[in-house]
């Protein structure tokens, strides 16, 4: 079973709607985190959030905002999806009383028409 | 200019071949990450590194923090190693915030 998952895995959309999309873990981690992915550009952070009261903005947050309804459970919306959000999304957690190695959900690929 | 660069952007072998990519920072680090990713996108972490050599079977990766510069190995390279290989530094001061390189492509052919 996986350590983290995402839903959906695919998702398109229209100009103008609300997403959600949702990430759940199993693996115990208070850190969570959401990144997107562009071609040709790396990894960039949109928020992280060290526990269920701390959330903070990444490099990229414009446009998107975030809950943290439990430990598990760590959201991103987009309030009003615009083209130039379609990307590939990734959730990811880490641990750091341990090694701050960061595991990823498999990812969400969103298009927005 | 990238804080963190990798070479090649592209890289083309044929099986059982000697591959290596490149990873150079320009920051202070406390640790350098090696990432895979499959197509399909998913993304699993290979080596977490900061300082010497660690090794995974095919998998070796180095890291020489004077010189800021990792390298990730694979020995007799297969097909089933093909994927974006990400390199990502976890800066100095910071325990949380991860910076990427843009991803090398490896293609191996059979």
């Known amino acids: 079973d996986a350590d983290v998952t995402q839903t959906p895995r695919n998702r398109i959309t229209k100009t103008g709607k609300r997403i959600m999309l949702e990430c759940s873990q199993t693996?115990?981690?208070?850190?969570m985190y959401w990144y997107r992915q562009d071609p040709g550009l790396g990894l960039r952070l949109i928020y992280y959030?060290?526990?269920?009261?701390?959330?903070n903005k990444g490099e990229i947050s414009d446009g998107y905002s975030v809950s943290r309804q439990a430990q598990a459970k760590f959201s991103l919306s987009l309030e009003s999806a615009i083209p130039n959000q379609t990307a590939l999304y990734f959730c990811a957690t880490s641990d750091p009383t341990r090694t701050h190695e960061q595991f990823f959900g498999p990812g969400t690929r969103l298009t927005v028409l | 200019k990238n804080e963190v660069e990798q070479s090649p952007q592209n890289l083309t072998a044929q099986e059982g071949e000697f591959i290596t990519i490149n990873c150079s920072y320009s920051v202070g680090i406390s640790a350098l990450h090696w990432l895979q990713q499959h197509p399909g996108g998913g993304i699993v972490s290979l080596f977490m590194?900061?300082?010497g050599k660690k090794k995974h079977g095919r998998l070796i990766a180095t890291i020489n923090i004077q010189e800021k510069h990792s390298s990730l190995h694979i020995t007799a390279s297969h097909p089933r190693d093909s994927a974006v290989y990400i390199c990502a530094v976890r800066q100095g001061g910071s325990n949380y915030k991860l910076t990427f390189g843009k991803g090398t492509l490896l293609t191996v052919n059979p």
């Open positions: 590194l900061s300082s």
């Open positions: 959030s060290f526990d269920v009261k701390d959330i």
């Open positions: 693996k115990g981690h208070d850190r």
